[in-house]
T-cell receptor, first 110, second 112 residues
Framework: SQQGEEDPQALSIQEGENATMNCSYK?????LQWYRQNSGRGLVHLIL?????REKHSGRLRVTLDTSKKSSSLLITASRAADTASYFC??????????FGTGTRLQVFP | DTEVTQTPKHLVMGMTNKKSLKCEQH?????MYWYKQKAKKPPELMFV???????INESVPSRFSPECPNSSLLNLHLHALQPEDSALYLC???????????FGSGTRLTVV
């Protein structure tokens, strides 16, 4: 079952620019997480934001959560070529079910 | 040790074969998961084990059989698979709560 929709599906930017990805979901959540996946490899946990939090920062990452609109955004500032990957939001329903969104493919050109 | 280790990394099997995927973690996480991911799609949850007991089966066909021999090991037994079962199979573990999941690098399975 799919809980989240992400947009854009694909994003191409130049190094140094900011990248913003959006995630919308359908049901109440315990927390929302963002993951990165380099081509054909495992996922790497980036950041977790709890349902009672509105914004969280980690290095060049900024995540916002609006539970009234059931949406979240991930901002990567000053992007680098190494940030090229697929990014997924994932919603934790507090039932040991982590359900992934459709993903955004980010390409950062040097 | 902060990793989830999956073996093998690649597997090619015939439709009549029986094979197993293995996953191991030594972080003391209470929950372990199997996900299936097709190309350019998000991972889809298959099974969840919590404290070594199967807690979630997402209506997965019986040709996939999970097993959790102990708190550090998770297996996925495969039998009579179909070509459409070809995918990246990901294992993950988590302590739950406000902790994220740790994923292995996956097993790329091809059914011929």
């Amino acid at each position: 079952s799919q809980q989240g929709e992400e947009d854009p599906q694909a994003l191409s930017i130049q190094e140094g620019e900011n990248a913003t990805m959006n995630c919308s979901y359908k049901t109440s959540i315990n927390n929302l997480q963002w993951y990165r996946q380099n081509s054909g490899r495992g996922l790497v946990h980036l950041i977790l934001i709890r349902s009672n939090e509105r914004e969280k920062h980690s290095g060049r990452l900024r995540v916002t959560l609006d539970t009234s609109k059931k949406s979240s955004s991930l901002l990567i500032t000053a992007s680098r070529a190494a940030d090229t990957a697929s990014y997924f939001c994932a919603t934790d329903l507090n039932t040991d079910k982590l359900i992934f969104g459709t993903g955004t493919r980010l390409q950062v050109f040097p | 040790d902060t990793e989830v280790t999956q073996t093998p990394k690649h597997l090619v099997m015939g439709m009549t074969n029986k094979k197993s995927l293995k996953c191991e973690q030594h972080m003391g996480h209470r929950a372990m998961y199997w996900y299936k991911q097709k190309a350019k799609k998000p991972p889809e949850l298959m099974f969840v084990y919590s404290y070594e007991k199967l807690s979630i089966n997402e209506s997965v066909p019986s040709r996939f059989s999970p097993e959790c021999p102990n708190s550090s090991l998770l297996n996925l037994h495969l039998h009579a698979l179909q070509p459409e079962d070809s995918a990246l199979y990901l294992c993950a573990s988590s302590q739950g709560g406000v902790y994220g999941y740790t994923f292995g690098s996956g097993t790329r399975l091809t059914v011929v």
